[in-house]
C-alpha cells in the first residue's frame, strides 16, 4: 500500500486532483451512494431546475459495470499518461496555462454536448488532452495493439479509427479531437506558425492562483511554449510564460 500512495503523491497535482475525482465519482455511481442520473449532463435539468454541478460530473462520472468497465480503465489509463506528459513536459512549471488549457477544452465539449444531447464527457476531455500531447509530440514513436508502431502525430485518429472498425461509435473520440484542433490552432498553430495574432491568452487572475514555478512575470497575451525536440519546453523571444473493447462509445443513460 505505501508504494501506491508513494506513485499516487508523485503523480503532478492536476493530473493527480482530476484523475482521482474521475476514479471517484465512477465509484460512488457503482456502489449506489449517487444515481448515475443526477451526475449525467442533461442541458434541461442545468437551465430549468439549475443542476448546476452536471457539466462538472458529467466529465468526470463514468459507468461502470461488467460490459463498460475496461472502457473506463483505458481512458482512465490515457488521462493519466498523457495529462502527466503534458503537465510535466510543455507545461512542466505553468499549472496555469495547463489548467487554462484543461477549462478551454472543458468549456468547448461542455457546449457541444449540450448540443449533440452527449451526456458523458470525460472521454471527449482525455482525447483533447491527448491530441494536444500528439501534437507536441509529433514525431515521437508510440506503440498500439498487436505491437503496431507509428508516429504520435496519428494517435489520436488511430484510436477513432479503431472504435469504428469494431462497431461503436466515434463521436466522443472525433469531439475530442476536434476540441484539441481547436486549442493548439489558436494557442500555438495560428499565432507562432501562421503570424496571427493569439486569440487565447491565459487570464491573469488563473497566473495569481497558480504562479509559474519560474518566477516570470504576469499578463495576458501569453502562453505555454512548445517544447524543443527533447522534450524541454523553452522560453519565447522576449521573455514569457510560461463487451467488445469499444472505446470510445458515446453511452445514454436516459434522464431522471
Given at each position: 500500500?505505501?508504494?501506491?500512495?508513494?506513485?499516487?503523491?508523485?503523480?503532478?497535482?492536476?493530473?493527480?486532483?482530476?484523475?482521482?475525482?474521475?476514479?471517484?465519482?465512477?465509484?460512488?455511481?457503482?456502489?449506489?451512494?449517487?444515481?448515475?442520473?443526477?451526475?449525467?449532463?442533461?442541458?434541461?435539468?442545468?437551465?430549468?431546475?439549475?443542476?448546476?454541478?452536471?457539466?462538472?460530473?458529467?466529465?468526470?462520472?463514468?459507468?461502470?459495470?461488467?460490459?463498460?468497465?475496461?472502457?473506463?480503465?483505458?481512458?482512465?489509463?490515457?488521462?493519466?499518461?498523457?495529462?502527466?506528459?503534458?503537465?510535466?513536459?510543455?507545461?512542466?512549471?505553468?499549472?496555469?496555462?495547463?489548467?487554462?488549457?484543461?477549462?478551454?477544452?472543458?468549456?468547448?465539449?461542455?457546449?457541444?454536448?449540450?448540443?449533440?444531447?452527449?451526456?458523458?464527457?470525460?472521454?471527449?476531455?482525455?482525447?483533447?488532452?491527448?491530441?494536444?500531447?500528439?501534437?507536441?509530440?509529433?514525431d515521437t514513436i508510440v506503440s498500439?495493439?498487436?505491437?503496431?508502431?507509428?508516429?504520435?502525430?496519428?494517435?489520436?485518429?488511430?484510436i477513432l479509427a479503431f472504435n469504428?472498425?469494431?462497431?461503436?461509435?466515434?463521436?466522443?473520440?472525433?469531439?475530442?479531437?476536434?476540441?484539441?484542433?481547436?486549442?493548439?490552432?489558436?494557442?500555438?498553430?495560428?499565432?507562432?506558425?501562421?503570424?496571427?495574432?493569439?486569440?487565447?491568452?491565459?487570464?491573469?487572475?488563473?497566473?495569481?492562483?497558480?504562479?509559474?514555478?519560474?518566477?516570470?512575470?504576469?499578463?495576458?497575451?501569453?502562453?505555454?511554449?512548445?517544447?524543443?525536440?527533447?522534450?524541454?519546453?523553452?522560453?519565447?523571444?522576449?521573455?514569457?510564460?510560461?463487451?467488445?473493447?469499444?472505446?470510445?462509445?458515446?453511452?445514454?443513460?436516459?434522464?431522471?
Amino acid at each position: 500500500m505505501s508504494d501506491i500512495g508513494n506513485w499516487f503523491r508523485n503523480i503532478p497535482f492536476i493530473t493527480r486532483t482530476w484523475f482521482a475525482a474521475s476514479i471517484a465519482l465512477p465509484l460512488i455511481g457503482r456502489l449506489g451512494l449517487i444515481s448515475g442520473g443526477h451526475l449525467i449532463l442533461i442541458p434541461e435539468f442545468v437551465f430549468k431546475r439549475f443542476h448546476l454541478w452536471r457539466p462538472v460530473t458529467a466529465t468526470l462520472y463514468f459507468p461502470v459495470n461488467h460490459s463498460t468497465g475496461f472502457l473506463y480503465l483505458f481512458n482512465l489509463y490515457f488521462l493519466y499518461h498523457y495529462s502527466t506528459r503534458l503537465e510535466t513536459g510543455a507545461f512542466d512549471g505553468r499549472p496555469a496555462n495547463y489548467i487554462f488549457m484543461l477549462l478551454f477544452n472543458w468549456i468547448c465539449i461542455v457546449i457541444t454536448g449540450m448540443l449533440m444531447d452527449m451526456q458523458l464527457l470525460m472521454i471527449p476531455l482525455v482525447m483533447s488532452v491527448l491530441y494536444v500531447w500528439a501534437q507536441f509530440n509529433k514525431d515521437t514513436i508510440v506503440s498500439f495493439w498487436f505491437g503496431t508502431r507509428f508516429k504520435a502525430h496519428y494517435l489520436p485518429w488511430v484510436i477513432l479509427a479503431f472504435n469504428f472498425i469494431i462497431g461503436g461509435s466515434f463521436i466522443d473520440e472525433l469531439t475530442g479531437n476536434l476540441v484539441g484542433h481547436l486549442y493548439f490552432f489558436l494557442m500555438f498553430k495560428y499565432p507562432m506558425d501562421l503570424g496571427g495574432r493569439a486569440f487565447l491568452s491565459t487570464p491573469d487572475f488563473l497566473y495569481r492562483l497558480f504562479p509559474n514555478r519560474w518566477g516570470v512575470g504576469s499578463g495576458f497575451g501569453v502562453y505555454a511554449v512548445p517544447p524543443r525536440p527533447g522534450g524541454t519546453a523553452q522560453e519565447p523571444a522576449g521573455g514569457g510564460r510560461g463487451g467488445r473493447h469499444n472505446w470510445g462509445q458515446g453511452f445514454r443513460l436516459g434522464g431522471e
